[in-house]
């Protein structure tokens, strides 16, 4: 069984900086990611990085801006997103996936979520 749980939220100015976090209990050997959901909108991919964290891939909408990175030896998963702009603006949610070594981008693949960290942007 894995656990999730994000922190870093907040809010911030538009072209200002946020890490969030997402603390990982149980299998911390797996594919994460993030996903976020902005209000009225269906969630979606923002970045994943792959079971041993030699790869990455992210949204159109955030590559160049952002970078998801690990930290095995605290079981961490972070999102670096700086030149934050308004429509970044949702509920961010760690995700994983049980198995497989590939970073994933679909919902479906994902079998853990986070509870969600709310990210605002103002202009």
């Known amino acids: 069984q894995v656990q999730l749980g994000e922190s870093g939220g907040g809010l911030v100015q538009a072209a200002g900086s946020l890490r969030l976090s997402c603390v990982v209990s149980g299998r911390t050997f797996i594919a994460m990611g993030w996903f976020r959901q902005a209000p009225g909108k269906e969630r979606e991919f923002v970045a994943a990085?792959?079971?041993?964290?030699?790869?990455?891939t992210y949204a159109d909408s955030v590559r160049g801006r952002w970078t998801i990175s690990r930290d095995y030896s605290k079981s961490m998963l972070y999102l670096q997103m700086d030149s934050l702009k308004p429509e970044d603006t949702a509920v961010y949610y760690c995700?994983?996936?049980?198995?497989?070594?590939?970073?994933?981008?679909?919902?479906?693949?994902?079998?853990?979520w986070g509870q969600g960290t709310q990210v605002t942007v103002s202009s």
């Open positions: 990085i792959s079971r041993t964290g030699g790869s990455t």
């Open positions: 995700a994983a996936r049980g198995s497989g070594n590939s970073y994933f981008t679909r919902e479906k693949e994902v079998d853990y």
